[in-house]
């Protein structure tokens, strides 16, 4: 499905904490988290005050409902407030998400695409669990594993 996509503004950040809570992996065989999970500093930092300098991303929407869908956002997330994908002070972290029912449809694929063309960062990284499939589509796109423990790799692109 072809979406259509636009940077992300201010006004998107209650989209960005539903973005949030898809973006947990959710092992299967495993209830869905509970929705107050993304309360928790560790995970609350990805969105909370959206727009902060260096925050950028993308927003897909359905072309015909309008709807949005999914998005891809960076955060620079340092010193005593780093995120789990943590590399050094330079590296932004990528978040993303798509709507459950829109997964597989190619969306994904179109926002990191529309991120990579757009972003002039050298380095990005990521966090993910070694077992989320998502882990191809960051193969696909040039992530490489930088760090692992036995629940979750970090990956970096440059
Ligand atoms: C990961 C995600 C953003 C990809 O978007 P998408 O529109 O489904 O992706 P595309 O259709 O463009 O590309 C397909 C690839 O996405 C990944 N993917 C597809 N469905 C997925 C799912 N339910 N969960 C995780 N990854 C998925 C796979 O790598 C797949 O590649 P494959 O066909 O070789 O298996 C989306 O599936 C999603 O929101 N998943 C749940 C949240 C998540 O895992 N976020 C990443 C956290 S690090």
């Known amino acids: 499905m072809k979406c259509i996509i636009r940077p992300l503004t201010l006004e998107d950040e209650p989209f960005l904490w539903e973005m949030l809570y898809q973006a947990l992996y959710v092992p299967a065989g495993h209830p869905a988290w509970p929705r107050e999970i ?9 969105v909370n005050g959206w727009g902060d ?3 950028c991303g993308f ?3 359905n072309p015909v409902t309008g709807e949005s869908i999914g998005a ?7 010193s005593n407030n780093k995120g789990y994908g943590h590399i ?5 972290e990528l978040s993303i998400a798509v709507l459950p029912e829109y997964r597989g449809q190619g969306i994904g694929t179109q ?3 529309h991120l990579f063309a757009a972003s002039e960062q050298s380095s990005i990284s990521l966090s993910v669990s070694a077992n989320n499939p998502a882990v191809r589509l960051y193969r696909r796109f040039g992530f ?3 760090k ?3 629940e979750s790799l970090t990956m970096r692109r440059c």
Do not use: K
Request: hydrophobic content about 45%.
């Open 38 to 46: 993304v309360q928790i500093p560790e995970i609350a930092h990805y």
């Open 53 to 55: 300098q260096g925050d």
């Open 59 to 61: 927003l897909a929407s």
């Open 72 to 78: 891809v956002w960076l955060r620079l997330l340092i």
């Open 88 to 92: 050094d002070d330079n590296t932004p």
């Open 111 to 113: 926002l990191l695409t």
């Open 144 to 146: 490489e594993v930088v």
């Open 148 to 150: 692992s423990n036995q």
